[in-house]
């Protein structure tokens, strides 16, 4: 059972993490559904796919092993991230005002 809850959080933490809210999943009738899914792709689709994709990497080695292991994976990971050429480009295209040009690296 705790691994199950454990999985839950996760679950509602990479939401967070990917679409800015802490949905674990869609809550839609029928009609709703594709316009959320849309909402959601294009939101997951604005960052830069360099740090979405180590951001899908690190909750999935993350809930894969124990605590301790996930934060080290998650500190590798991030570090990463916000060394690279697309962390430099998004704060430097919204200071200019402009849409991000990334890099992917």
Do not use: Q
């Not at 679950?11 to 800015?20: D, M, N, P, Y």
């Not at 792709?41 to 909750?59: D, L, M, Q, Y």
């Not at 894969?64 to 934060?71: F, G, H, P, V």
């Amino acid at each position: 059972m705790p691994r199950f809850a454990w999985r839950r959080r996760a679950e509602r933490g990479a939401s967070l993490l990917l679409i800015g809210r802490n949905e674990a999943r869609l809550r839609a009738n029928a009609a709703d559904l594709m316009a959320r899914a849309y909402d959601y792709a294009h939101r997951i689709t604005a960052n830069g796919p360099f740090a979405v994709r180590k951001t899908k990497e690190s909750v999935l080695r993350g809930m894969a092993t124990d605590m301790k292991e996930a934060y080290r994976i998650e500190s590798e990971i991030s570090g990463e991230v916000f060394s690279s050429e697309d962390a430099k480009e998004g704060p430097r295209a919204f200071a200019e005002k402009r849409a991000p040009n990334w890099k992917n690296r």
